[in-house]
């Protein structure tokens, strides 16, 4: 089973951002928006900072209380929207259940959205002249990696390039591939599907796991339940990207699970995303490339 290399992929998209800035000669700046003190959302901001830092990429930090109000965050969004060192914004989810988190995305200015979730922008879904949703493009990238061409519709009769005993998917060229997507909300699943389509992949979504999984030929799962995808549900070869992350706590110790259970899997699914260091890193390069990019648009003569 060849394993993606979240982390491999990752890097090479943050050194491509670290020689652009260096290039162009820019001081991209992102602003977190943190509210409360949700474990996992600290972790994920901790690392966004960090990596952010790495790329040459400016990390401002708003911090606010469970309690604070709505109009607080609203005030600090247009703040960033005309602070001109600022060039990607986010708020980082999820939200104390009183924040609507629909109103504080699309406050964000558009040209400085860096999740890529603003509908703005979703108009534009598939073109890199505007911010990309980066859940739904990390997917992508780890498709491409494993399918190792660009695009993906020659994947058809290509085989993997990974190592190990990779057999590939035995495919006519003419014969489209299959993509379940398993996770809760259409916010996933439509970007997604639309893109596969694009590129001949049909996609059928699912909120649960299914036994009808099994004929897919690519399992994309989103669905928080560690371990639940095992080797009953999965065709022999099938690609699996794995979005899920579930912190175990177990003797004083945490744990990050994916929704797949890599040691039933093993020997059976073709290539797999690891958790951690598969759909995660590739997420967070892409929110600071959505950044870089807002800066350069931003800030063009
Ligand atoms: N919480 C978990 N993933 C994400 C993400 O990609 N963006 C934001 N803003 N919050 C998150």
Known sequence: MYI??????????????????????????????LIGNDPSSEIYVKRKIHTADKAGITPHLYRFKATDSQDDIIECIDFLNNDSD???IIVQLPLPGHLNPDTLIQRIRPDKDADGFHPENIKHLGDPSFPQPVTVMSVVECLQNVLNTSPLRQLADSPYKGKGDVSPLQRRKDVPLSAAIMCKSDILFIPLATLLSRQNIKADHFTELNKKCVQYDILIIALGKPHILTKEYTKKDAIIIDVGISRIEHNGTTAIKGDADIESLKKHAGAITPVPGGVG?????????????????????
């Open 86 to 88: 600022i060039h990607g």
């Open 281 to 301: 890193p590739v997420t967070v390069a892409l929110l600071l490339k959505n950044t870089m990019n807002n800066c350069l648009n931003i800030t063009k003569p």
């Open 4 to 33: 993606i290399n979240g982390k491999k992929i990752a890097s090479d998209i943050l050194h491509d951002i670290r020689r652009t800035i260096v290039e162009r000669n820019v001081t991209p700046g992102l602003a977190i928006i």
